[in-house]
């Protein structure tokens, strides 16, 4: 299976701050990854797909970037609305995988 | 708007059978991937596999001898069934559409192996 490997686990940010969230993949996987963002007691809701693709209805504030094995997700100016857990999900081979999600707190 | 909801019993004894089902409301079942992923403490985000509605499935290998998925295109829900279930198998299972880009998901089904 192929790892997804994020950091940090945990992270607070001020609001209006810049947040940055790192996946690593064990192997090459393309840019076939999707960013998703879920809140407490909600399922996940894809954000960003094949890596740097903005979902529609998603603010601009919400980046993506990487392929290969680094991909990188961003956050600029950051909201109260914006807090929960940010999950890497691969989906380049079967089983695709999820990273162990980095859970954003407001400052 | 397309809602899907999943439904079934919350509390499963080890040993048995999970079986969950997922409606499709305000849109139809085909033409489309429709997927199942659990989450867990203990083991995060679970990929549990896919399956298109004319039937085509792709399992996780880690479950594949235990998994079953099935579409009923006539009452717009499908199903997943894991057997010979175990306390590892404790925890919210979601369905969603898609295959790849799972853009629409279910409110997720908290499900507890106990005795």
């Known amino acids: 299976d192929i790892q997804m490997t994020q950091s940090p686990s945990s992270l607070s940010a001020s609001v209006g701050a810049r947040v940055t969230i790192t996946c690593q993949a064990s192997?090459?996987?393309?840019?076939?990854l999707n960013w998703y963002q879920q809140k407490p007691g909600k399922a996940p809701k894809v954000l960003i797909c094949?890596?740097?693709n903005l979902e529609t209805g998603v603010p601009s504030r919400f980046s993506g970037s990487g392929s290969g094995t680094h991909f990188t997700f961003t956050i600029n100016s950051l909201q109260p609305e914006d807090i929960g857990t940010y999950y890497c999900?691969?989906?380049?081979?079967?089983?695709?995988?999820f990273g162990q999600g980095t859970k954003l707190e407001i400052k | 708007q397309v809602q899907l909801q999943e439904s079934g019993p919350g509390l499963v004894k080890p040993s048995e059978t999970l079986s969950l089902s997922c409606t499709v409301s305000?849109?139809?079942?085909?033409?489309?991937?429709w997927s199942w992923i659990r989450q867990s403490p203990g083991r995060g985000l679970e990929w549990i596999g896919n399956?298109?509605?004319?039937?085509?499935?792709n399992y996780n290998p880690s479950l594949e001898s235990r998994v079953t998925m099935s579409v009923d295109t006539s009452k717009n829900h499908f199903s997943l069934k894991l057997n010979s279930v175990t306390d590892a198998d404790t925890a919210v299972y979601f369905c969603?559409?898609?295959?790849?880009?799972?853009?629409?998901w279910g409110q997720g089904l908290s499900v507890t192996v106990s005795s």
């Open positions: 969603a559409r898609g295959q790849l880009w799972l853009r629409l």
């Open positions: 305000g849109g139809s079942i085909s033409g489309y991937y």
């Open positions: 399956m298109y509605y004319s039937g085509s499935t």
């Open positions: 192997q090459a996987i393309s840019k076939n």
């Open positions: 094949d890596a740097i």
């Open positions: 999900q691969q989906f380049d081979t079967v089983p695709y995988t």
